[in-house]
Nanobody, 117 residues
Framework: QVQLVESGGGLVQPGGSLRLSCAAP????????MGWYRRAPGKQRELVAR???????EYADSVKGRFTISRDNAKNTVYLQMNSLKPEDTTVYYC???????????WGQGTQVTVSS
C-alpha cells in the first residue's frame, strides 16, 4: 500500500498563505508525476498544479500567479505554496502520484483548506 502523507492545511483569512506538504516513498517520488488536486463539495476533482516533466509545472488558470508547486528530492516531498488565498479556494486538497499515462495513481488522504474571515 503506497502512502502519500499530507500536511499543512488549516484556516486562513482571505489574502493569507498556507503551504501544503506531501511526503511519498522514494521509489514513487523519483519516478511518478507528483501533483495537487482539489475537490469542492458537489464538484469533480480538479487539477491545481503538477509537475509535467522534471521541474516543469502546470497550473490551473484559477491559481496561476498565486500558487507554486515545488519539490525537495532529498526529502521525497512535494509542496504547494498558496498565497493570496481566496474564499473560493476553500476545499479539500489531495496529493497525487501518477505513472506516465495515468494507469496507476495514488492519492493522499486529503487536507482541508478553509479561507474565511
Amino acid at each position: 500500500q503506497v502512502q502519500l502523507v499530507e500536511s499543512g492545511g488549516g484556516l486562513v483569512q482571505p489574502g493569507g498563505s498556507l503551504r501544503l506538504s506531501c511526503a511519498a516513498p522514494r521509489n514513487i517520488f523519483s519516478v511518478y508525476t507528483m501533483g495537487w488536486y482539489r475537490r469542492a463539495p458537489g464538484k469533480q476533482r480538479e487539477l491545481v498544479a503538477r509537475f509535467t516533466s522534471g521541474s516543469i509545472a502546470e497550473y490551473a488558470d484559477s491559481v496561476k500567479g498565486r500558487f507554486t508547486i515545488s519539490r525537495d528530492n532529498a526529502k521525497n516531498t512535494v509542496y504547494l505554496q498558496m498565497n493570496s488565498l481566496k474564499p473560493e479556494d476553500t476545499t479539500v486538497y489531495y496529493c497525487n502520484a501518477a505513472n506516465r499515462g495515468g494507469s496507476v495513481s495514488y492519492w493522499g488522504q486529503g487536507t482541508q483548506v478553509t479561507v474565511s474571515s
